[in-house]
């Protein structure tokens, strides 16, 4: 049986568990960890010291608009609408938080309602779910991709869109998780479809980072079977490859990436350990609280001890249990997995998933009883085990794990959420913040204090909010009343408010609004110095970090009589620029040569302008290898991408140094 993302290759478990408790090591609180660089525990990030939800986002109706015009994921026969005879549906959503539903093929609800069903491509979904998430707690959602040359692509890279436009209206975090599943040309697509396509969503102020680097992960190596078929050597070149990007790289690994065997392939430990973060697949390998336990003494532990000991991050998989099977317990099995995962000092928990309706794994808003679920479909409802349990019961279950996660509240082996909340439900949102002030800045932040707001339950957090041009665009959120606003641009005015919100999703009113400008950036700085990098190709080794590296004898080469050529650079935030100094090699080996340059720039990372048109600079050994090219007066950009059309020394693009100056 193949290991797919949908089915885990279940192996036996190592020895029993008997429920009783085991030793419980002290958990890592996140504001205890030490600040973050590679080869060390990192520091509370997007990641570290968070919740991260599975999205898939990959259901789609027909008549929705979407390019894939299907059932996508709903029923067996996508061209046909899912009925008793097309199913794959293992759990029915609760669809009150919908304002567009789709007709399928099963007969009406247990109270009588029509049996429908929402398209994740409508954007009031995503929002509604995104919503949902800072209701509940859910800090970053990790964005599933899969092969995106496939017929899906075109669908995928719209939900993308969604899912970005939803994370910044919500103020939460989201990421790219490639899923490698069955890819066939995946060592060289994956990497042209991050440089032309995913990169630029890291020009979001929602788009997750960690230890300062935009994460992304890539779900299947080392699992042995047919559908993941590369050898360590094809992985290890992709993990380097994004890292060589800037990023941070989160590795989805069998669960048995450790200890050998199951379902992971052998000789891959070199791959697991070129990860930035490693998270275990759990999904059909376990199924009740003593498996749990049982992957606690006999797998957890040691593969945290491991982690600790390689300077990598470790974010184990908690799962609800599939509903159809009747693992869940109203809850115990999920918290109990919460309370391993925090004793054993876990740096962050990835949820599987949160609109896995399919292969029910949700837990998004699901039928509570029989009068939400399509009659005669044998799906099963939240109840099933004969406790009530509320739609939203799972995203609550999740919020409490989180706190506990973050030292908010205390490790504790019984879960603290009733199934049904009792009382009606909070309509009350917090007061507003008060006392507003600006306690620091620098070129690229801006810190912030203020008073804790109030409400009837309790204040869930806080998000700073930027103003501008009758708009407000979230920045970041917090638990804090305090918080330094990084990633800004130097010698900007900033309008800045914050918002308090409770678990009900209550928003307060704004606070008063500061004013901040940032200071002015150092003509001498290379605001380009160690940035992200991106390119439309390289060849070999000679791959575009080199050009930010500080090295003068690295460089990046494209591919060879393939013009035109470009690399691109992230400064960070949009800010001043007025000069750029390109290099090749200083040794005299490099003889003099003409490259025909352009410049374009960018604020998003999507649409850019021309800077500087095409013209030939010419590097002379003679004269340190080095040109200068001005940009216009005023020019204020964060995305420099030039652009190679030709070369007299070599037929490619040729830079050994890229540095960028605002005077």
């Given at each position: 049986m193949a290991v797919t993302r949908r089915t885990f290759l279940a192996t036996a478990l190592v020895g029993s568990a008997t429920g009783a408790l085991l030793g419980v090591p002290a958990p890592r609180l996140a504001a205890a960890v030490a600040v973050a660089?590679?080869?060390?525990?990192?520091?509370?990030?997007?990641?570290?010291?968070?919740?991260?939800?599975?999205?898939?986002?990959?259901?789609?109706?027909?008549?929705?608009?979407?390019?894939?015009?299907?059932?996508?994921?709903?029923?067996?026969?996508?061209?046909?609408?899912?009925?008793?005879?097309?199913?794959?549906?293992?759990?029915?959503?609760?669809?009150?938080?919908?304002?567009?539903?789709?007709?399928?093929?099963?007969?009406?609800?247990?109270?009588?309602?029509?049996?429908?069903?929402?398209?994740?491509?409508?954007?009031?979904?995503?929002?509604?779910?995104?919503?949902?998430?800072?209701?509940?707690?859910?800090?970053?959602?990790?964005?599933?991709?899969?092969?995106?040359?496939s017929s899906e692509g075109p669908t995928r890279d719209a939900m993308a869109v969604k899912v970005r436009n939803s994370a910044e209206t919500h103020g939460r975090k989201f990421y790219v998780m490639y899923d490698v599943s069955g890819w066939t040309n995946m060592r060289s697509e994956i990497k042209a479809d991050w440089t032309s396509k995913m990169s630029a969503h890291t020009g979001s102020p929602a788009y997750a980072r960690q230890n300062g680097k935009p994460v992304v992960c890539i779900?299947?190596?080392?699992?042995?079977?047919?559908?993941?078929?590369?050898?360590?050597?094809?992985?290890?070149?992709?993990?380097?490859?994004?890292?060589?990007?800037?990023?941070?790289?989160?590795?989805?690994?069998?669960?048995?990436?450790?200890?050998?065997?199951?379902g992971s392939r052998p000789g891959?430990?070199?791959?697991?350990?070129?990860?930035?973060?490693?998270?275990?697949?759990?999904?059909?390998?376990?199924?009740?609280?003593?498996?749990?336990?049982?992957?606690?003494?006999?797998?957890?532990?040691?593969?945290?001890?491991?982690?600790?000991?390689?300077?990598?991050?470790?974010?184990?998989?908690v799962l609800p249990g599939d509903l159809s099977l009747r693992q869940r317990v109203h809850g115990d099995f999920m918290w109990r997995q919460f309370y391993n995962m925090v004793r054993l000092g876990a740096q962050g928990i990835y949820i599987s998933m949160f609109d896995e309706y399919n292969e029910g794994n949700q837990i998004a808003k699901t039928a509570e009883t029989a009068a939400g679920v399509p009659t005669g479909s044998g799906l099963l409802?939240?109840?099933?085990?004969?406790?009530?349990?509320?739609?939203?019961?799972?995203?609550?279950?999740?919020?409490?794990?989180?706190?506990?996660?973050?030292?908010?509240?205390?490790?504790?082996?019984?879960?603290?959420?009733?199934?049904?909340?009792?009382?009606?439900?909070?309509g009350q949102a917090p007061t507003a913040p008060a006392g507003l002030a600006v306690t620091g800045h620098t070129t690229t932040s801006v810190s912030l204090s203020w008073t804790p707001s109030a409400d009837n339950v309790q204040v869930a957090g806080y998000t700073i909010n930027s103003l501008a041009g009758g708009a407000s665009t979230p920045l970041a959120t917090t638990t804090a009343?305090?918080?330094?606003?990084?990633?800004?641009?130097?010698?900007?005015?900033?309008?800045?408010?914050?918002?308090?919100?409770?678990?009900?999703?209550?928003?307060?009113?704004?606070?008063?609004?500061?004013?901040?400008?940032?200071?002015?950036?150092?003509?001498?700085?290379?605001?380009?110095?160690?940035?992200?990098?991106?390119?439309?190709?390289?060849?070999?080794?000679?791959?575009?970090?080199?050009?930010?590296?500080?090295?003068?004898?690295?460089?990046w080469e494209s591919a060879n009589n393939a013009f035109p050529q470009w690399l691109q650079v992230d400064l960070g935030a949009a800010q001043p620029a007025r000069r750029i100094v390109l290099a090749v090699p200083p040794p005299s080996a490099w003889s003099t040569r003409t490259q025909t340059v352009s410049v374009a720039g960018s604020t998003d990372g999507s649409t850019f302008t021309t800077l500087i048109g095409a013209g030939g600079y010419t590097?002379?050994?003679?004269?340190g290898n080095s040109v200068t090219l001005s940009l216009p007066a005023g020019t204020t950009t964060r995305h420099l991408r030039l652009t190679f059309t030709a070369n007299t020394g070599w037929p490619a693009g040729q830079i050994s140094a890229l540095k960028v100056y605002s005077a």
């Open positions: 660089v590679d080869g060390a525990a990192s520091a509370p990030g997007d990641v570290v010291g968070k919740i991260t939800v599975g999205y898939q986002g990959w259901f789609a109706c027909a008549g929705d608009g979407a390019p894939i015009n299907a059932w996508w994921h709903w029923s067996q026969n996508w061209s046909q609408a899912p009925s008793p005879g097309n199913n794959v549906i293992k759990a029915w959503p609760d669809m009150r938080d919908y304002t567009q539903a789709y007709q399928t093929g099963y007969g009406r609800l247990g109270s009588g309602g029509p049996a429908t069903l929402f398209s994740s491509y409508d954007q009031q979904t995503v929002d509604a779910h995104f919503l949902s998430m800072r209701q509940n707690g859910c800090d970053t959602a990790a964005l599933q991709r899969f092969n995106p040359n779900w299947g190596f080392g699992f042995n079977d047919s559908n993941h078929p590369w050898d360590a050597a094809v992985c290890l070149d992709v993990v380097n490859w994004f890292k060589a990007q800037g990023c941070y790289v989160i590795g989805g690994v069998p669960r048995e990436w450790r200890t050998g065997g199951g891959y430990l070199s791959v697991y350990h070129a990860f930035h973060m490693i998270s275990p697949w759990m999904v059909g390998a376990i199924s009740n609280s003593a498996d749990s336990d049982s992957v606690h003494q006999n797998i957890g532990l040691g593969d945290q001890a491991d982690c600790d000991a390689n300077g990598i991050d470790y974010q184990p998989c409802a939240l109840d099933e085990d004969g406790t009530a349990c509320s739609a939203d019961y799972y995203l609550r279950l999740t919020a409490d794990g989180g706190r506990m996660l973050k030292g908010q509240l205390a490790l504790t082996a019984t879960r603290p959420t009733a199934p049904v909340v009792s009382g009606p439900p909070d009343t305090a918080f330094t606003v990084t990633g800004l641009a130097p010698a900007t005015v900033y309008s800045l408010c914050v918002t308090a919100h409770d678990a009900a999703g209550n928003v307060s009113p704004a606070s008063g609004t500061v004013t901040a400008t940032t200071d002015h950036q150092s003509s001498t700085v290379d605001l380009a110095r160690q940035r992200p990098t991106t390119e439309s190709s390289h060849t070999q080794g000679y791959a575009c970090a080199n050009a930010v590296d500080d090295d003068p004898n690295s460089y590097f002379d050994p003679s004269t």
